[in-house]
C-alpha cells in the first residue's frame, strides 16, 4: 500500500474499529484509540513531506490500480503542488479535533471520534484523487459523517442547520455528476483528470461545464450569494465540527476549483473571470461588514470566513501566479487561524454556555494565559504581519493591484473590516472589568487546552515568519497550471 492510500485509510481504519466497539465501549480506550488512529494518520504523511520534489508539477506518489473494468474507473491517487499541503494540514487539523474533543463530548464518544476519523480519510482522498469519479465518491461521502456530527452533536437547531447543509451541498454536487457524465462521453470513456485536462471542448460546452462545477464549488467554498448556510451550520455544530468545516472542508470547493474548473474549462474561466472576481468582491466587502453587526462569536468568525475564502477564489481568477499562489497559501493559513478560533470560542462556550458577546467581559482577568491566545489568533485573523493570515491576504491583493488598482483597493479593504471585527470582538469579550459572575468564576485553560492552542500558535507565527517552505512547493505547479489556462481549448 501507497503513502496516500495510508494517509487516505488509516484514519478510515481506525473510524470504523471505533464504531465497531459499539457504544458499551469504554470512554478512555475510545479516546486513545481515535488519538492514536490521529496521530499514525499524521504520522504517514511526513514520508510525503520529507520525499516531495519542489522542482516539478508532475504528480507525485502515484498508486493506479483498475477499480470499476466495465467503465475504465481506476484507482488512481497523485500529489502536485496544488494539492500536496492540504493532506498534512487535514491530518494535522484531526489530532488537534480529537484532543479538543477529549472531555467536551460524553455521549456516544466512539461513534463521534469515529465519524471525525472517517471524515479525515475522506477529505484526504478528495485531494489525492487522479480519477474523476473518484474524486466524486470522495467528495460527496464527506457529507455524511459531517451531517451526522451535526445533526447528532449539535445545537438545539441540529437538525435544521445539518438539513441546510446537506441539502445545499448536495443539490450543487448533481450538476457536477452529469458534467463529469459528459467529460466521460466526450474522452471516449476516461475519467482520468489529466486526460480531461488536454480535451477540446467547443465555447458552449466550456460554459455550461465551468457553471456545471461552479454549482458544487461556489456552495462548498462558500462563495457570495450562495454562504447563506455556512452561518447556520456553524452555529448549531460542535466545536469539533465548526474547526474542521472551516479549517478543512471549505477547502474542498476552492481546491476544485484549481483541479477541474480552470484546467478543464480555461476559455470559459477567463471568459467569465469577471463575474467571479465581482462575486469574490463583494464576500471581501459585503460579507466583511455583516460580519461587524454580529452579536454571536460563531456567526462572526463564520461571516469572516466567507470574506476571507472571497480572497481565494478573487486570487484564483485574475490569472497571475502571485494571485493563484496567494489563494493556496490564504486556504493553507485560514485552516490553521479559522480552527483556532473556533476552538477558543470553544474553550468559552464549554464553561459559560454562551456564544453571545453580550454574556462576557473582562475575561482577561480570569483567564490571562487563553486571553493571550485568542488576542494572537485574533490578530492573525486580521491579517497582522507576521502571522499567518497576513501572508495570503498580501499576496492576493499586490496581484490584484498588479491587475487593477480599484480590485486591489476593494480586496484591501478587507484588511480594515477584519482589523475591525476582530478587534471589536476581542474588546467586548476579553478586555475591560469582569463584567458578570460567570466570567468571574472562569477557570484558566488546563495542560490539554495549552497544548492545542500552543501548537496552533506556533503554526501560525512559523508560517507568517516563514513561509517559504509553502510557497516554494507550490510555484511549479502554479506556473504551468497558469500557462496551461492561459491556452485556447477551443477545437
Given at each position: 500500500m501507497?503513502l496516500?492510500?495510508?494517509a487516505?485509510?488509516?484514519?478510515?481504519?481506525?473510524?470504523v474499529l471505533?464504531?465497531?466497539?459499539?457504544r458499551?465501549g469504554?470512554?478512555?480506550?475510545?479516546r486513545?484509540?481515535?488519538?492514536?488512529?490521529?496521530?499514525?494518520?499524521?504520522l504517514?504523511t511526513l514520508?510525503?513531506?520529507?520525499?516531495?520534489?519542489?522542482?516539478t508539477?508532475?504528480?507525485q506518489f502515484?498508486?493506479?490500480?483498475?477499480?470499476?473494468?466495465?467503465?475504465?474507473i481506476?484507482y488512481h491517487?497523485g500529489?502536485?503542488?496544488?494539492?500536496?499541503?492540504?493532506?498534512?494540514?487535514?491530518?494535522?487539523?484531526t489530532?488537534?479535533?480529537?484532543?479538543a474533543?477529549?472531555?467536551?463530548?460524553?455521549?456516544?464518544v466512539?461513534?463521534?471520534?469515529?465519524?471525525?476519523?472517517?471524515l479525515?480519510?475522506l477529505m484526504?482522498?478528495v485531494?489525492?484523487?487522479?480519477?474523476?469519479?473518484?474524486f466524486?465518491?470522495?467528495?460527496?461521502?464527506?457529507?455524511?459523517?459531517m451531517?451526522?456530527i451535526?445533526?447528532?452533536?449539535g445545537?438545539?437547531n441540529?437538525?435544521?442547520?445539518?438539513?441546510?447543509?446537506?441539502?445545499?451541498?448536495l443539490?450543487g454536487?448533481?450538476?457536477?455528476?452529469?458534467?463529469l457524465?459528459?467529460?466521460?462521453?466526450?474522452?471516449?470513456?476516461?475519467?482520468?483528470?489529466q486526460?480531461?485536462h488536454?480535451l477540446?471542448?467547443?465555447?458552449?460546452?466550456?460554459t455550461?461545464i465551468?457553471?456545471?462545477f461552479?454549482?458544487a464549488?461556489?456552495v462548498?467554498?462558500?462563495?457570495f450569494?450562495v454562504h447563506?448556510?455556512l452561518?447556520?451550520?456553524?452555529?448549531?455544530?460542535?466545536?469539533?465540527?465548526s474547526?474542521?468545516?472551516?479549517?478543512i472542508?471549505?477547502?474542498?470547493?476552492?481546491y476544485?476549483?484549481?483541479r477541474f474548473?480552470?484546467?478543464?474549462?480555461p476559455d470559459?474561466?477567463?471568459?467569465?473571470?469577471?463575474?467571479?472576481?465581482?462575486?469574490?468582491?463583494?464576500?471581501?466587502i459585503y460579507v466583511g461588514?455583516v460580519?461587524l453587526?454580529?452579536?454571536?462569536m460563531?456567526?462572526?468568525v463564520?461571516y469572516?470566513s466567507?470574506?476571507h475564502?472571497?480572497?481565494?477564489?478573487?486570487?484564483?481568477?485574475?490569472?497571475?501566479?502571485?494571485?493563484?499562489?496567494?489563494?493556496?497559501?490564504?486556504?493553507?493559513?485560514h485552516g490553521?487561524?479559522?480552527?483556532?478560533m473556533?476552538?477558543?470560542?470553544?474553550?468559552?462556550?464549554?464553561?459559560v454556555?454562551s456564544r453571545d458577546?453580550a454574556?462576557?467581559g473582562?475575561v482577561?482577568?480570569?483567564m490571562?494565559?487563553?486571553?493571550?491566545?485568542?488576542?494572537?489568533?485574533?490578530?492573525a485573523?486580521s491579517?497582522l504581519?507576521?502571522?499567518?493570515?497576513?501572508?495570503?491576504e498580501?499576496m492576493?491583493?499586490?496581484?490584484?493591484?498588479k491587475?487593477?488598482?480599484?480590485?486591489?483597493l476593494?480586496?484591501?479593504t478587507?484588511?480594515?473590516?477584519?482589523a475591525s471585527?476582530?478587534?471589536?470582538?476581542y474588546k467586548r469579550?476579553y478586555?475591560?472589568p469582569?463584567?458578570?459572575?460567570?466570567v468571574?468564576e472562569?477557570k484558566d485553560?488546563?495542560c490539554?487546552?495549552?497544548?492545542i492552542l500552543?501548537v496552533l500558535a506556533?503554526?501560525?507565527?512559523?508560517?507568517?515568519?516563514?513561509?517559504?517552505?509553502?510557497?516554494?512547493?507550490?510555484?511549479?505547479?502554479v506556473?504551468?497550471?497558469?500557462?496551461?489556462?492561459?491556452?485556447s481549448?477551443?477545437?
Amino acid at each position: 500500500m501507497g503513502l496516500l492510500s495510508l494517509a487516505i485509510w488509516t484514519p478510515i481504519a481506525f473510524g470504523v474499529l471505533l464504531l465497531a466497539l459499539g457504544r458499551e465501549g469504554q470512554v478512555r480506550t475510545v479516546r486513545w484509540l481515535a488519538l492514536i488512529g490521529a496521530v499514525l494518520g499524521l504520522l504517514v504523511t511526513l514520508p510525503l513531506i520529507a520525499g516531495f520534489d519542489t522542482s516539478t508539477a508532475n504528480m507525485q506518489f502515484v498508486e493506479k490500480t483498475l477499480w470499476i473494468e466495465r467503465f475504465n474507473i481506476h484507482y488512481h491517487l497523485g500529489l502536485d503542488g496544488l494539492s500536496f499541503w492540504f493532506v498534512p494540514l487535514t491530518a494535522f487539523i484531526t489530532v488537534i479535533v480529537v484532543l479538543a474533543s477529549w472531555t467536551n463530548i460524553t455521549e456516544r464518544v466512539n461513534q463521534y471520534m469515529g465519524a471525525f476519523l472517517i471524515l479525515s480519510g475522506l477529505m484526504v482522498g478528495v485531494f489525492c484523487a487522479l480519477d474523476g469519479l473518484l474524486f466524486y465518491v470522495f467528495f460527496e461521502a464527506t457529507l455524511i459523517p459531517m451531517y451526522l456530527i451535526i445533526g447528532i452533536w449539535g445545537g438545539p437547531n441540529k437538525i435544521y442547520a445539518a438539513f441546510k447543509f446537506f441539502l445545499y451541498t448536495l443539490m450543487g454536487s448533481l450538476l457536477t455528476l452529469v458534467a463529469l457524465i459528459y467529460l466521460y462521453n466526450q474522452s471516449g470513456g476516461s475519467f482520468d483528470i489529466q486526460t480531461w485536462h488536454k480535451l477540446p471542448l467547443s465555447g458552449t460546452a466550456q460554459t455550461l461545464i465551468f457553471f456545471a462545477f461552479f454549482a458544487a464549488f461556489a456552495v462548498k467554498v462558500p462563495m457570495f450569494p450562495v454562504h447563506t448556510w455556512l452561518p447556520d451550520v456553524h452555529v448549531e455544530a460542535p466545536t469539533g465540527g465548526s474547526a474542521v468545516l472551516a479549517a478543512i472542508m471549505l477547502k474542498l470547493g476552492a481546491y476544485g476549483f484549481l483541479r477541474f474548473s480552470l484546467p478543464i474549462a480555461p476559455d470559459a474561466a477567463r471568459e467569465w473571470a469577471w463575474l467571479m472576481i465581482a462575486l469574490s468582491l463583494i464576500a471581501v466587502i459585503y460579507v466583511g461588514m455583516v460580519a461587524l453587526v454580529q452579536t454571536d462569536m460563531k456567526k462572526l468568525v463564520a461571516y469572516s470566513s466567507v470574506a476571507h475564502m472571497g480572497f481565494v477564489t478573487l486570487g484564483f481568477f485574475i490569472f497571475n501566479d502571485l494571485g493563484v499562489a496567494g489563494g493556496i497559501v490564504q486556504m493553507i493559513a485560514h485552516g490553521f487561524v479559522s480552527g483556532a478560533m473556533f476552538l477558543c470560542i470553544g474553550v468559552l462556550y464549554d464553561r459559560v454556555h454562551s456564544r453571545d458577546i453580550a454574556a462576557y467581559g473582562g475575561v482577561v482577568n480570569t483567564m490571562p494565559k487563553f486571553a493571550a491566545f485568542a488576542l494572537l489568533f485574533a490578530m492573525a485573523n486580521s491579517g497582522l504581519p507576521a502571522t499567518a493570515g497576513f501572508v495570503g491576504e498580501w499576496m492576493v491583493i499586490l496581484a490584484s493591484v498588479k491587475f487593477d488598482f480599484w480590485v486591489g483597493l476593494g480586496a484591501a479593504t478587507a484588511l480594515i473590516f477584519g482589523a475591525s471585527y476582530n478587534l471589536w470582538m476581542y474588546k467586548r469579550v476579553y478586555l475591560g472589568p469582569v463584567a458578570n459572575d460567570h466570567v468571574k468564576e472562569l477557570k484558566d485553560i488546563n495542560c490539554r487546552e495549552f497544548l492545542i492552542l500552543g501548537v496552533l500558535a506556533v503554526a501560525v507565527l512559523y508560517m507568517g515568519i516563514y513561509p517559504k517552505p509553502f510557497t516554494d512547493v507550490m510555484d511549479v505547479s502554479v506556473a504551468q497550471l497558469l500557462q496551461h489556462v492561459a491556452q485556447s481549448k477551443l477545437p
